[in-house]
């Protein structure tokens, strides 16, 4: 496969990953890529996306119910009142990924924004999309792990107290989040956000 455009069942043309399960097909065509604003939101996003470092993403997206239900809806004002008991409740959760690290990363990371002002995470993360859009992308080879605005953002959100961030996460949360569009050119969802 050259990492392009692939039509589906239905005739319409998506990035090839959007095809590979009916999970990704949904979540390519109504979320990925599209602009998601709000701290609680985009904090989500943030642990989601430290959770998949290393897994697959489909194996967040088939537990993100389980990690809503475990993390409160991942209201960062209820999540920053975790306790200890908290964690073990966690850790023995098998509606999640079960990491130690990235546990103890989100729950310190929801109460470093608790102390934050209302709209300062949304205008952390969107200050570093970028301002002028990049071609769009003709393969998947072509999309970029990392980027000059996602390594500006990973240190950003480290300087400001964040865990589990490096530049290829806080690329896949622009991705996830519509900073950037990387569906393949002439896909269905390309221009959606």
């Known amino acids: 496969m050259s990492g392009g455009l692939v039509a589906g069942p239905d005739g319409v043309l998506r990035c090839p990953w959007g ?16 602009p998601v604003h709000g701290d609680d939101a985009l904090y989500e996003r943030l642990c989601l996306e430290a959770f998949q470092s290393g897994l697959s993403w489909l194996t ?23 306790g200890e008991a908290d964690a073990q409740r966690l850790l023995a959760d098998e509606g999640i990924i079960r990491n130690r690290a990235k546990i103890e990363a989100t729950l310190a990371n929801a109460k470093e924004l608790s102390g934050w002002k209302p709209g300062e995470l949304d205008a952390l993360i969107w200050s570093h999309a970028p301002e002028e859009p990049g071609p769009a992308p003709r ?18 959100l480290k300087k400001a107290g964040i865990r589990f961030v490096g530049p290829t996460t ?14 393949l050119a002439g896909c269905v969802s390309r221009g959606t956000g």
Do not use: N
């Open 19 to 34: 095809l590979s399960t009916e999970d990704y097909v949904t979540y390519h065509d109504t979320e990925w890529g599209r």
């Open 170 to 183: 806080a690329y896949a949360l622009m991705q996830a989040c519509g900073l950037v569009d990387d569906h």
């Open 60 to 82: 967040i997206l088939r537990r993100r119910e389980g990690f809503r239900t475990a993390f409160a809806g991942f209201e960062i004002a209820a999540v920053a009142r975790f």
């Open 139 to 156: 393969t998947v080879a072509d999309v970029p792990a990392v980027t000059p605005e996602s390594t500006a953002l990973a240190k950003a």
